[in-house]
């Protein structure tokens, strides 16, 4: 203990302690009642969608069977055996957001069985004939389901290789998978029109019109989780722009787990941390990786490996600029997250 002077309270004093704490209650009382005073908006049905997926002839779905996760809980999927010359290659199909195996993803996987694939489509916990509609139990549940299917798969097909493809959200589910601790489990990955987050390039406002996210709920959810609070990740956050009376078949809105979780942003690397200016290695490897998967080395790199040669002279410090900021800013914050993923995959298709 010590004093600041005599018109200056006992730093430590019990009291003003008290005031602190008390403070402090007050205002994470004031977050939860934003996050009850702001109930997810119902979005109107886009029709571009639903006319979409009234197009898809459902004559030939194939029955839903049924795995044990290792909750206990029983969950769904579609099997369809490969026609045709069989390849001796297995896929696994995720659908996408509000979806299901016995939506429009069926054509998708019909057309793989039909060329000799032998093909899987799952319903993700939370949709379908699996869990409770738009909700999990955790974030990472999902991947610990993946994981307990091909589990089950491999005592039918033990030796046949595995592709994961994903179609918009389940794209973007794939790409977290690919770099997960479960990315051994599969030889290849596919993303057709991923979902790479709402900041990415190639994300329309509102997802197009499709889905609606509670902002202020997602901060209030967010700003309690830095505090250590996990209370309220059962809440909806985001509302997807399904027909109305469908809830049999679709998903109307996702809790907080369900969003964080059937999403791309999972367990990557951290971003590397800023290197000191007379370390110029790291730009010498660099490589600009668009998310599509084509592979161009940047001009820093080429600088760098021309200069081993006795050829143009590198001059790290202009690229360092323009490594950090300007247009390559936006392109760098999307696709160096997910860089060493996608190259992973280059490789797998091109060997």
């Given at each position: 203990?010590?004093?600041?002077g005599?018109?200056?309270?006992?730093?430590?004093?019990?009291?003003?302690?008290?005031?602190?704490?008390?403070?402090?209650?007050?205002?994470?009382?004031?977050?939860?009642?934003?996050?009850?005073?702001t109930?997810?908006?119902?979005?109107?049905?886009?029709q571009?969608?639903?006319?979409?997926?009234?197009?898809?002839?459902?004559s030939?779905?194939?029955?839903?069977?049924?795995?044990q996760?290792?909750?206990?809980?029983?969950?769904?999927?579609?099997?369809?055996?490969?026609?045709?010359?069989?390849?001796?290659?297995?896929?696994?199909?995720?659908?996408?957001?509000?979806?299901?195996?016995?939506g429009?993803?069926?054509?998708?996987?019909?057309?793989?069985?039909?060329?000799?694939v032998?093909?899987?489509?799952?319903?993700?916990?939370?949709?379908?004939?699996?869990?409770?509609?738009?909700d999990i139990?955790?974030?990472?549940?999902?991947?610990?389901?993946?994981?307990?299917?091909?589990?089950?798969?491999?005592?039918?097909?033990?030796?046949?290789?595995?592709?994961?493809?994903?179609?918009?959200?389940?794209?973007?589910?794939?790409l977290?998978?690919?770099?997960?601790?479960?990315?051994?489990?599969?030889?290849?990955?596919?993303?057709?029109?991923?979902?790479?987050?709402?900041?990415?390039?190639?994300?329309?406002?509102?997802?197009g019109?499709?889905?609606?996210?509670?902002?202020?709920?997602?901060?209030?959810?967010?700003?309690?989780?830095?505090?250590?609070?996990?209370c309220?990740?059962?809440?909806?956050?985001l509302?997807l722009?399904?027909?109305?009376?469908?809830?049999?078949?679709?998903?109307?809105?996702?809790?907080?787990?369900?969003?964080?979780?059937?999403?791309?942003?999972g367990?990557?690397?951290?971003?590397?941390?800023?290197?000191?200016?007379?370390?110029?290695?790291?730009?010498?490897?660099?490589?600009?990786?668009?998310?599509?998967?084509?592979?161009?080395?940047?001009?820093?790199?080429?600088?760098?490996?021309?200069?081993?040669?006795?050829?143009?002279?590198?001059?790290?410090?202009?690229?360092?600029?323009?490594?950090?900021?300007?247009?390559?800013?936006?392109?760098?914050?999307?696709?160096?997250?997910?860089?060493?993923?996608?190259?992973?995959?280059?490789?797998?298709?091109?060997?």
């Open positions: 203990m010590f004093w600041l005599e018109e200056h309270a006992e730093i430590g004093d019990p009291r003003s302690l008290l005031k602190w704490v008390l403070c402090g209650v007050g205002v994470l009382a004031l977050v939860v009642l934003a996050l009850l005073a109930p997810l908006q119902p979005v109107p049905e886009l571009s969608i639903s006319r979409a997926r009234a197009t898809v002839d459902l030939t779905l194939p029955a839903v069977e049924r795995f996760a290792r909750d206990g809980s029983w969950l769904g999927f579609r099997h369809y055996a490969a026609g045709g010359t069989p390849t001796g290659r297995v896929a696994i199909v995720i659908h996408g957001s509000s979806g299901s195996s016995g429009t993803i069926h054509a998708l996987s019909q057309a793989l069985a039909a060329h000799g032998e093909t899987f489509v799952v319903d993700i916990r939370g949709h379908g004939t699996s869990g409770t509609r738009g139990g955790y974030v990472g549940q999902l991947e610990d389901d993946l994981a307990d299917f091909v589990a089950v798969l491999r005592k039918t097909v033990p030796s046949a290789p595995l592709t994961l493809i994903g179609h918009s959200a389940g794209g973007g589910f794939t977290r998978v690919a770099g997960s601790p479960i990315q051994n489990l599969f030889q290849r990955f596919v993303l057709l029109a991923p979902s790479l987050g709402y900041d990415a390039p190639s994300t329309r406002p509102s997802s019109g499709w889905a609606s996210a509670d902002i202020p709920r997602i901060l209030g959810l967010t700003a309690l989780r830095a505090i250590g609070v996990s309220c990740e059962a809440l909806p956050v509302a722009a399904v027909p109305p009376n469908s809830e049999k078949t679709l998903v109307s809105t996702y809790t907080d787990w369900l969003m964080r979780n059937f999403a791309v942003r367990q990557f690397p951290p971003r590397s941390r800023r290197r000191d200016k007379t370390d110029h290695d790291h730009l010498r490897r660099r490589r600009r990786i668009d998310v599509y998967g084509q592979i161009r080395r940047s001009r820093a790199w080429r600088e760098g490996h021309g200069r081993r040669q006795g050829a143009r002279r590198y001059q790290p410090h202009r690229y360092r600029r323009r490594a950090e900021g300007g247009i390559h800013r936006r392109r760098r914050c999307c696709h160096a997250r997910h860089g060493g993923v996608i190259a992973a995959m280059w490789r797998g298709w091109a060997t």
